[in-house]
């Protein structure tokens, strides 16, 4: 006898197979399963009418405890679907299986407040879906918002990806890429989002013209510490006219009264009270994968920040490596602009995404990776811009040049102040004693030679103050290494002392080409780091790898000491630029201003200018000047 009653939260129907009742049953009936361990089929309870009425059209028999079923109303009452601002309200009575369903909506969360559902606006489509399969009316006006929705999303995915845009950013003093144009344009619509470039494409320029651009000052830069005095240089260079505040050290926070704020991640904790209090209109975060953990106190100091950034203000993400190891380390970053949200909240950004879970003991797991083209699809229509070189090689010359400052500690400068003493010292006084011994007047002498020194003529050939400032830029290399390989770019580091080479190579994975090398060690080297993908970095002398050697498994090249002339500066960067090299390659010159480093890029310049343009009618060394001066 075919029959349907109650068993517990199901209704049960079990009746001998008929094609056409089976196909009037998936028809009539959402959500019913057939059980094949006791072959029935299996209704929600909820489906109770629908369930009475499938019945009766069969001739089925109904249990009477079925037939007597009265379903209490919910508190929360009927399914609804609203609009809040930029919400999605649904307002749902328990059901399992639309509980079930409801959780694949993008960005969803539960309201414990309000016994909601809650879904940001950007995924109305899919709510729209969700209700359709449940034949859920949905308000005409969210109905219409669709198409619109939908124009935003295709135009925000375009923009993110875009390589050209037509904007003019007022008194900016460097020229911007066409890709570059792009990138300020999306920054300035989105206001809170990640300009993700790959490494050299000029991802600082674009966050310092974007700044520009909404006229979104004062402005705070939070960097690593390493690069303070670099985003100095780059603010000088792009906007002379704006002033800048660099904040060291641990006392009280100073009152900001210029343009730009700069401050290294290791002291925004200890300020970040008083800098929230500064009343910044922007916030740059650079190389923002240092708040990748959620539990570090500067990420949350960043975010506490972040957060008092007015509304109309603009928090901007800089990294060519946002998530290093998993996608879980998106979301202290997307919490820090504020897009949270857009992606479920934090747990439910792990949910989704990070395929999150909790073990026998209880403990959250959110080192896994779940529904990854989803996730980049949302990033790009909110919150995130990203080239590859690859994308914008049309607009880039062949190779371009990057000056990277840093500073001595003040333990090196100490050293490097003692020396210049004790050089200049050393000076006059062998030209006091040669005067002597001529039988000319030594005061003479010494005034001479104290004036001589000033131009550091003699202290070039002086190696000690190249050393020590050598010695103090290793740390700010081993920084930048570290990102460039977190970033997935492998890197030739070039210097000059045997000392500082070596250094370097034992930091950075041990490959050398150093002078004295045995051959077969060096064409080993030479051969694991154009062929490994695993060894990402070789330390060259710029005197021993000067000639023949080709290392082009590297774009980037970061300089900490160049070689004095001309043309040895151009045969080390020729180890990467050469017959086989198909990709642009972007030369890092790490500089301490107002040391010997100055001195000798200034020398550089003066040999290019004098003998370039008797090398060729068409020098190629014109931006290298202009980056290095």
């Known amino acids: 006898m075919k029959k349907i009653f109650l068993d517990g939260t199901d209704i049960i129907l079990d009746t001998p197979y008929n094609p056409d009742e089976v196909r009037a049953l998936k028809n009539g009936i959402k959500n019913a399963r057939w059980d094949r361990l006791s072959r029935v089929w299996r209704i929600p309870v909820s489906e109770i009418q629908s369930a009475l009425e499938f019945a009766n059209s069969w001739e089925i028999h109904v249990d009477s405890d079925l037939a007597s079923l009265e379903l209490p109303k919910h508190p929360i009452g009927d399914v609804s679907i609203k609009q809040k601002n930029d919400k999605i309200i649904i307002s749902l009575p328990y059901d399992e299986v639309k509980i079930d369903y409801i959780k694949t909506i993008s960005g969803i969360q539960w309201d414990t407040t309000s016994k909601n559902w809650v879904a940001p606006f950007s995924s109305v489509k899919e709510v729209i879906r969700w209700a359709e399969k449940f034949d859920i009316p949905v308000p005409d006006h969210i109905n219409d918002q669709v198409q619109i929705e939908q124009q935003h999303e295709d135009y925000s995915i375009h923009l993110s990806k875009a390589t050209d845009a037509k904007i003019d950013v007022p008194n900016l003093q460097m020229e911007l890429y066409p890709y570059q144009r792009a990138g300020v344009l999306y920054a300035s619509e989105k206001r809170r989002c990640f300009i993700a470039d790959e490494m050299g494409l000029g991802k600082s320029l674009q966050a310092i013209a974007t700044v520009e651009y909404t006229n979104n000052y004062p402005a705070l830069i939070v960097c690593p510490s390493s690069l303070l005095h670099d985003w100095a240089n780059k603010i000088n260079d792009a906007l002379p006219e704006r002033t800048i505040t660099i904040i060291e050290g641990r006392g009280t926070t100073p009152d900001i009264s210029t343009d730009f704020a700069i401050i290294g991640y290791p002291n925004i904790s200890h300020h970040k009270t008083g800098l929230a209090k500064a009343n910044f209109s922007s916030a740059i975060f650079d190389e923002s994968h240092y708040c990748k953990n959620k539990d570090a106190q500067r990420t949350k100091a960043a975010k506490f920040i972040a957060s008092k950034i007015p509304e109309d203000g603009t928090v901007l993400l800089l990294t060519g490596t946002p998530i290093t190891n998993k996608p879980a380390e998106?979301?202290?970053?997307?919490?820090?602009?504020?897009?949270?949200?857009?992606?479920?909240?934090?747990?439910?950004?792990?949910?989704?995404?990070?395929?999150?879970?909790?073990?026998?003991?209880?403990?959250?797991?959110i080192d896994g990776a779940s529904n990854l083209s989803e996730l980049q699809n949302n990033l790009r229509k909110n919150c995130y811009i990203r080239r590859e070189k690859e994308e914008v090689l049309p607009d880039l010359p062949p190779v371009t040049y990057n000056t990277i400052s840093t500073v001595m500690s003040p333990k090196h400068q100490k050293e490097y102040n003692r020396a210049v003493h004790d050089l200049l010292e050393w000076y006059a006084e062998q030209k006091e004693m040669l005067a002597m011994r001529e039988g000319t007047n030594p005061t003479a002498a010494r005034i001479k030679a104290h004036f001589a020194t000033q131009n550091y003529e003699t202290l070039i050939q002086m190696t000690a103050l190249r050393m020590i400032v050598a010695r103090a830029k290793i740390d700010a290399a081993l920084e930048w290494v570290k990102s460039a390989n977190e970033q997935g770019n492998k890197v030739v580091i070039a210097a000059h002392h045997r000392e500082i080479v070596q250094t370097l190579a034992n930091e950075t994975g041990g490959l050398q080409i150093i002078g004295g090398q045995d051959p077969k060690v060096t064409e080993a080297d030479k051969a694991k780091f154009m062929n490994d993908p695993d060894c990402m970095n070789i330390t060259i002398s710029v005197t021993a790898a000067g000639h023949g050697h080709t290392l082009t498994a590297a774009q980037h090249m970061l300089m900490v000491?160049?070689?004095?002339?001309?043309?040895?500066?151009?045969?080390?960067?020729?180890?990467?630029?050469?017959?086989?090299?198909?990709?642009?390659v972007t030369i890092h010159n790490l500089v301490v201003p107002n040391s010997i480093d100055t001195h000798v890029y200034r020398r550089l310049h003066e040999k290019m200018q004098n003998t370039d343009p008797a090398i060729s009618e068409n020098p190629d060394v014109t931006e290298l000047i202009e980056f290095l001066m």
């Not at 934090?346 to 797991?365: Q, T």
């Not at 000491?561 to 642009?584: C, K, M, N």
């Open 330 to 365: 998106y979301g202290p970053q997307l919490q820090i602009i504020d897009q949270i949200d857009k992606f479920g909240g934090l747990w439910g950004f792990y949910r989704r995404y990070c395929d999150a879970f909790r073990d026998s003991w209880g403990h959250w797991h």
């Open 561 to 584: 000491e160049p070689p004095w002339t001309p043309a040895l500066y151009r045969q080390t960067v020729a180890r990467i630029h050469r017959i086989g090299q198909s990709d642009h």
